[in-house]
């Protein structure tokens, strides 16, 4: 199967997915979507993904997925070892809970076309494009801290003794946070878990950093 990941290096829903598949030991190909130069609204992106966004997944038989959260299922599925959703309904839940946390109340608020909607129709500046993304982090990591202290297990990791889907949410955001200046000393268990995912390879080599084109 050639898998192909129409990606952005700096795209935290991109860079969701990118974990993911490293964790898997998927073999996949990157094909850039420049987001700040508009390639996302191009007609043959817009083919494979009406909404204009990244990622999008080729599996390689004619069918593309979309949407970070339903590509991890969709290879949590297929590829079922290193599972990154509990089995358990509970421990599903729980984790689903801190993963959609970030993925529906946080990112959606902060994305790029937010940002630049602020800055057009709003006429907000550098200073309050800023403040506005620092809000909504600092309010949805206070919530994910107490989830996450209160659900604290065994492991150093979100998911416990191996990384999770909260973990594969949470590393992209706080990357994002320290882009944004966030304050972070607040929410001791987010920081050790990112520490211990980002020592990962499967993480590492994720990162915007090793992702960004030459």
């Not at 004619?62 to 297929?78: H, K, P």
């Not at 995912?197 to 990162?207: D, H, Q, V």
């Amino acid at each position: 199967m050639d898998v192909i990941l129409y990606d952005y290096f700096r795209s935290s829903a991109a860079y969701r997915v990118r974990i993911a598949l490293n964790l898997k030991g998927v073999t996949y190909e990157r094909r850039e979507v420049h987001l700040v130069q508009g390639a996302q609204r191009s007609d043959a992106h817009l083919a494979r993904n009406p909404q204009g966004f990244v990622p999008a997944l080729d599996i390689g038989d004619g069918r593309i997925l979309t949407q970070s959260l339903a590509i991890i299922e969709w290879l949590d599925a297929t590829y079922p070892d290193a599972r990154l959703i509990p089995a358990d309904p509970i421990a599903r839940a729980d984790a689903m809970a801190q993963a959609l946390l970030i993925a529906a109340d946080i990112h959606p608020l902060n994305n790029l076309r937010v940002l630049r909607a602020l800055e057009s129709r709003f006429g907000a500046d550098e200073a309050v494009k800023g403040d506005w993304y620092r809000q909504w982090i600092v309010e949805g990591f206070t919530a994910l801290e107490a989830l996450a202290a209160a659900k604290a297990g065994d492991g150093p990791f979100l998911g416990g003794t191996a990384p999770g889907i909260a973990d594969v949410m949470l590393v992209p955001q706080l990357y994002n946070a320290r882009r944004f200046d966030t304050p972070l000393d607040a929410f001791p268990t987010l920081l050790a878990a990112d520490a211990a995912a980002c020592a990962l390879e499967a993480f590492a080599t994720a990162s915007p950093e090793r992702a960004k084109p030459a």
